[in-house]
């Protein structure tokens, strides 16, 4: 009985700690949502870097002074942000989310901000899924890449439509 309660537990601090349905809801519809505020990275001038880090090669822009993009390694892709990498693979599903192949981010072509919620901070990568959904009928289909920014620096990913 004991294990179940610390079961119960873990779940439901991994439940609270997931971004809130309006964090998710401005990351996948690009725009601010329920007290949301959100600054969009524009993707101007993007660094391309062989040996970012070792084994990754990095696309990337500076944002206020931070590296923010992608890289990728012959082990996969993984979100960069402050010279640190998240890989994709370990990312986090959030509930309701059916396994899917985690999609390689195209950093000219995504869409890229930082979201606020109160003393939470967020950054928000969303893209269709590459070519389905930029025209026909999954044209609605995205998915995203929530990095939690403050606390324990989580990446989550999640499939939506808008």
Request: charged share 20%.
């Amino acid at each position: 009985m004991k294990s179940l309660g610390i079961a119960l537990t873990l779940i439901s601090t991994a439940l609270f700690a997931a971004p809130s349905a309006n964090v998710i809801s401005s990351c996948l519809e690009t725009q601010a949502r329920g007290g949301i505020s959100s600054v969009e990275i524009r993707i101007n001038e993007i660094i391309q870097e062989d040996g970012y880090k070792p084994g990754y090669t990095a696309e990337y822009v500076k944002h206020e002074g931070i590296d923010i993009g992608f890289a990728t390694s012959p082990k996969g892709g993984a979100v960069l942000y402050m010279g640190k990498l998240w890989p994709i693979n370990r990312s986090t599903l959030l509930p309701g989310v059916a396994k899917v192949s985690k999609p390689v981010v195209h950093v000219e072509l995504a869409y890229w901000a930082l979201l606020e919620e109160g003393p939470k901070k967020y950054l928000c990568i969303t893209d269709n899924f590459d070519g389905i959904g930029r025209s026909g009928s999954f044209q609605k289909s995205k998915y995203a890449y929530i990095l939690e920014l403050t606390g324990k620096r989580i990446l989550y990913f999640i499939v939506g439509r808008t």
